[in-house]
């Protein structure tokens, strides 16, 4: 089988996984105003980068990702609806995401939430409704127990938890880590994790893919890091480690530029290692880990 | 078997129930904050009705209740998080719950609304991980699906958009009846169904049990509504029909104090033979639906 490009795998599936999300939530017999509002942040954009991994990874196993559909839009609901409430003016405080005003400037606070409470909820209807043809009654169970780990306390909640109170506080690099490994790490793990389920992945290919996600995973914060430092560099001249001065953590704070830059070529490394462990047409999932090196923006 | 009576039947399950969602909690691996503030609104007390009627329909098949404590938890865990939600400024603005400051008013807005979050997702996790000794994976699925559809926007979480949305209005028995069986009555039928479902329920016992729920469901709220009245009568001779005055929609409001008594007694009915048709030893769903209809506070 011809390898497939990043590029045209990418938009083909996030179209096809847009129709889906729109497709759940019209088909629901509710209040309207309460499908709107968790529409409106479902189509706020994004790069799909969770629902992408988890296409990718079904590729890897020569799997249609057709069949990754619906936990694609389970992952995606769970990521959205942890954005409407982040952006809560007694959470972040946001009015704008991505140039669109936020769910609760549009809807009202009291909307917001339950917007992302339904979301929440209606992820784990979606992922539960999953064809037999497409999983084992076993499998579904495992998927849906992974999910709420990575969305709850011990995963993303957690994560947001120890966020907030880190703020204004110079942290170790533990700490930070943890706050990354938690916040967003873990359902970006569970969106490869949940391809390699569907899949029928061996345990040993599961280990691989999990550690594999979770280096690609810290990878992306620490260039997140450097970005916004060497982004800031060129465009307003501030100083590096100037975000000293608000307390804001970060790795090259707490390494200095080279060492974020060291930091991250070792967690690539790791993670294409993993990968290769695998034995698996990876080509995709390399394609974004390279993606996450050396991407500019 | 000699019948057993609600009142100890209630106690014991009442405590084996608050056991089991602290240990639950406990044993999460998170930041020590969002687990207190779960356990916090977890043990504010309440007639912990959901789990009742779960225990009490397993007895009804002969099968050990404590087989429901998982299930039961996980049905709690929704309700304690949407009363943590429903509680919050932008919703309905409460400071005390049962005499008790709300989460909130202790924990910070950003901490409660993040355990209703980690507790609707544990929820899910809770409930996944029922032991297979007692629901097979294909029941396990089946209520899972059932959970989300009754705390969702098909459910709970709809019933709560339509009463933000009609507050203030002049609503139609229709509307009121929406609000009710959403709000409440999904969750509240979910507990029995659920109970139905691990107990190996044939489709017939399943419907009439789902039935006897909603109507009891309903008993509830009317009754709700007229002790409203009634008890306000006696508290401070606030005349029938005052509650026009604020626009505040209910039973007796829409039906006079007669017309709400004579719903009662008809839904009361209603559950009765629904509940007789199973077949079953009902004695203590018996018990509760008298409890419904005849309880003075």
Redo the contacts between chains.
């Keep these: 089988m011809k390898p497939r490009l990043l590029d045209p795998f990418a938009q083909e599936y996030k179209q096809l996984l847009d129709t889906e999300l729109r497709t759940l939530v019209e088909k ?4 309207p ?3 709107e509002s ?1 529409i409106y942040s479902l189509e706020a954009g994004g790069k799909r980068i969770r629902p992408l991994l988890l296409f990718a990874t079904l590729d890897a196993f020569g799997i249609d990702p057709h069949r990754g559909l619906p936990a694609a839009a389970a992952i995606e609901m769970i990521h959205t ?1 942890s954005l409407i ?1 982040d952006d ?1 003016p ?2 972040d405080n946001d009015d704008l995401r991505r140039g669109k005003p936020t769910n609760h400037k549009v809807f ?4 917001a ?2 917007a ?3 979301l ?3 992820s ?2 979606v992922i ?2 999953i064809s037999a043809e497409f999983a ?3 499998a ?2 495992k998927l ?2 992974e ?3 990575a ?4 995963g993303m ?2 994560g ?3 966020d ?2 880190g703020e204004g506080k110079s942290l170790t690099l533990q700490e930070l880590e943890y706050i990354h490994i938690h916040k967003t790490g873990k359902l970006l793990r569970f969106s490869v994790v949940a391809g390699a389920i569907l899949a029928g992945a061996s345990q040993s290919q599961l280990d691989n893919l999990s550690a594999f996600a979770h280096h690609l995973g810290l990878a992306f914060q620490i260039q997140d890091d450097i970005l916004d430092l060497v982004g800031n560099q060129q465009l307003i001249g501030k100083p590096v480690g100037s975000d000293t001065a608000n307390l804001k953590s970060t790795y090259p704070q707490l390494l200095s530029l080279e060492g974020a830059k060291d930091a991250l070529q070792r967690q690539i490394n790791l993670s294409t290692e993993y990968l290769r462990e695998t034995g698996l047409n990876t080509n995709l999932l390399e394609e974004i880990t390279d993606l996450v090196a050396t991407r500019d923006h």
Tied chains: 1, 2.
């Design positions: 629901l017999n509710a209040p105003i309460i499908k968790m609806y409430h809560l007694s959470m009202g606070d009291a909307i939430i339950l992302g409470d339904a929440l909820t209606y784990f209807e539960g409704k084992s009654p076993d579904l169970i849906i127990i999910m709420a780990k969305a709850g306390t011990e909640v957690g947001q938890v120890a907030m109170e």
